[in-house]
């Protein structure tokens, strides 16, 4: 054995270790294999160090010296090498070394450090290897480090959704450095802007890989499609990206720049294909669009049954989606009501849904639907007539009306106290009054009489009778003829599972608001919320095939309290241990992980010894090995 000193250079600074070395006989020949790090040695003198080898060496072969060292330094590097040597020899062995396990420490300083949440980014991560994520992301072309810098961000928009800005910020508060084994420390939201770069042309084969790799582990049904759009707005004017337009906002938010955002979902709720529109285009000019896609990601075949809201049940839609060799059911237009009424109003030929009770919530009422089929051409009308659904249009139109009487006594004020005076003007704010309250303008006679210098209003009586017997009531229409009226419902009813991922998006994920302004930036950011979501609906459809029924939300919240931590034991030799491990899981934690099949350890312990050196002016520092 002898000492060896290594320098290495850090900031400006020259660190200095002495190293332990010994010669061993290898198939290749004589090699130097570091037995051990014995710290900083200063200012022991150089020609001691041949003293603390032959010390060292004695000791391991046990032999003892008649006169012992007075020296507490060297009593602690030879206890030091000897426990480096026997921790060595048990792990050959296979056995938990004694000195490892029997140390004597000062109980009342033993404390914990660097507290991490784990929970949630433990069941994250499996579900992450589970979907392949890895090999679809190299088969993209994307770097390893760029690769687990993604897993970083998907994690982060599925756990606490922050901005680029602030995620790096998020990412060293948890336990990814841990379990990803890389280092974090001086990660800025530029390296996440150029990620998202990367990941901006690779959108197409990720999310193909995603759907094959999840029809296969689900066992998923391609025989239904659903289709739906929602919209996200923007914090800012957005002037650097096309696609932000004003438009109908589903977000309550007309007074900001949207996208339009198409999402495809098969019966169980899992993504296949996405887009991101401009913010003005109407619903039914993208089905084509998306039928493209669609074609593209996982491959439409003749007799696949496309479900689509009345936004899109206009006939260009319908011929479009039968031009493919493909079934559609759709949800009609309102007017197309009005050709049905005295269907709706013979009750007696209405048969009753049987709805099963949630098995989250047992006790909860559903509301009664009932159905009737017509066959019209080539054509299946189903009539269908919600208690709820009553209710709700009862409610809206009440509420409508109110607001546009309140809005008309105020334009009469206006009128009557001569500040609008020209009957063009008047023409004018009457119209908007109409676009305004659509629902129920259709119900008044709102006109201004210029002879006599009146503003008249007259309710349809008749008109409104009629909106009342069709409360709750909705077509459906299909060019399906093997469904019965109960089947097609219950098909087109699935269309809550698209609405359900739009929310989830939206909440708890935060796809909304948008404060990207380049164009990729944002279909990039829309694209993250997607990969979330993957993961997302892959747990909770794990959960739903056991039998429970369960939000991540509730799951990520109770995850929250599983930690990674650092354990420091001071021992009775004024060095310290530190073993960094994950906490033992709660019963409820080990009950999730039981339903997801997770396993219980997060990471393997990681034990690391300081020991106590003084420098120059007599501080005393900890050197860890």
């Not at 079934?327 to 309102?334: D, E």
């Not at 109960?486 to 939206?506: C, V």
């Not at 509730?554 to 994950?582: A, F, K, M, N, Q």
């Not at 906490?583 to 690391?608: A, F, G």
Request: proline share 4%; hydrophobic share 35%; aromatic share 8%.
């Amino acid at each position: 054995m002898y000492v060896k000193k290594t320098e290495k250079k850090y900031k400006d600074k020259t660190y200095t270790n002495y190293l332990l070395v010994e010669a061993v006989q290898t198939p290749k020949g004589p090699r130097q294999e570091v037995f051990c790090s014995l710290g900083d040695l200063k200012p022991r003198p150089r020609e001691k160090w041949l003293e603390l080898v032959r010390k060292v060496e004695r000791d391991l072969s046990g032999q003892r010296d008649l006169f012992p060292e007075a020296d507490k330094e060297v009593e602690k590097i030879v206890r030091r090498v000897k426990r480096v040597r026997d921790e060595g020899r048990y792990a050959a062995a296979g056995e938990r070394s004694a000195v490892e396990d029997l140390i004597r420490v000062y109980a009342d300083r033993v404390r914990t450090e660097m507290h991490r949440q784990a929970g949630a980014v433990h069941v994250g991560l499996e579900f992450w290897g589970r979907l392949e994520f890895d090999r679809i992301l190299t088969e993209a072309q994307i770097s390893v480090r760029a690769t687990k810098l993604t897993c970083a961000m998907v994690m982060n928009r599925l756990i606490a959704p922050r901005s680029e800005l602030a995620m790096p910020g998020w990412i060293r508060e948890t336990a990814l450095e841990d379990i990803l084994g890389e280092d974090y420390s001086g990660l800025s939201e530029d390296a996440l802007y150029r990620n998202l770069d990367r990941l901006y042309p690779n959108r197409a084969k990720i999310e193909t890989a995603l759907s094959e790799v999840e029809r296969n582990l689900f066992n998923l049904d391609q025989t239904v499609y659903l289709y739906d759009l929602t919209s996200t707005y923007f914090e800012g004017g957005a002037k650097d990206n096309a696609k932000a337009k004003l438009g109908y906002s589903r977000d309550k938010r007309p007074d900001c720049p949207q996208v339009v955002v198409g999402l495809v979902v098969n019966r169980d709720g899992f993504p296949r294909a996405h887009e991101v529109f401009e913010g003005n285009l109407q619903d039914r000019k993208s089905l084509g669009r998306m039928l493209d896609l669609l074609d593209q990601r996982v491959g439409l075949k003749a007799g696949q049954t496309v479900v689509v809201d009345r936004g899109m049940a206009y006939k260009e839609n319908l011929e479009e989606i039968k031009l493919r060799k493909l079934h559609y059911i759709v949800a009609a237009r309102q007017a197309e009501r009005d050709c049905f009424l005295p269907e709706f109003e013979e009750e007696a030929e209405f048969e009753e849904v049987v709805r099963q009770p949630s098995p989250r919530n047992p006790f909860q009422e559903k509301t009664t639907v009932v159905v009737k089929m017509k066959r019209k051409g080539e054509e299946t009308y189903v009539l269908c007539i919600s208690d709820g659904r009553k209710e709700k249009d009862l409610a809206i139109r009440q509420k409508q009306e109110k607001r546009l009487l309140s809005d008309l006594k105020k334009l009469e004020k206006r009128i009557e106290q001569g500040r609008l005076k020209k009957e063009a003007k008047i023409g004018e704010a009457i119209g908007r009054l109409k676009e305004r309250y659509p629902r129920v303008a259709r119900y008044y006679s709102m006109k201004y009489d210029g002879k006599e210098k009146k503003f008249c209003l007259e309710r349809d009586d008749e008109k409104l009778r009629k909106a009342e017997k069709l409360d709750g009531s909705y077509l459906l229409r299909s060019d399906r003829t093997d469904l019965n009226a109960d089947e097609t419902w219950r098909i087109y009813s699935l269309l809550t599972r698209a609405e359900k991922a739009f929310q989830n998006m939206k909440s708890p994920l935060c796809e909304r608001p948008i404060f990207h302004h380049l164009e990729r930036r944002v279909d990039t950011h829309i694209f993250l919320c997607i990969l979330a979501y993957h993961l997302l609906v892959s747990i909770e459809k794990t959960f739903l095939d056991r039998g429970v029924h369960t939000s991540w939300a509730t799951i990520r919240e109770i995850l929250s309290t599983h930690e990674i931590c650092t354990i420091v034991l001071p021992t009775e030799d004024g060095s310290e241990l530190r073993i960094r491990r994950d906490s033992v899981p709660e019963p409820q934690h080990k009950q999730i992980y039981d339903l997801l099949n997770v396993p219980y350890q997060i990471i393997r312990p990681r034990k690391t010894w300081s020991i106590p050196r003084k420098d120059n002016v007599g501080t005393e520092k900890f050197l860890t090995y």
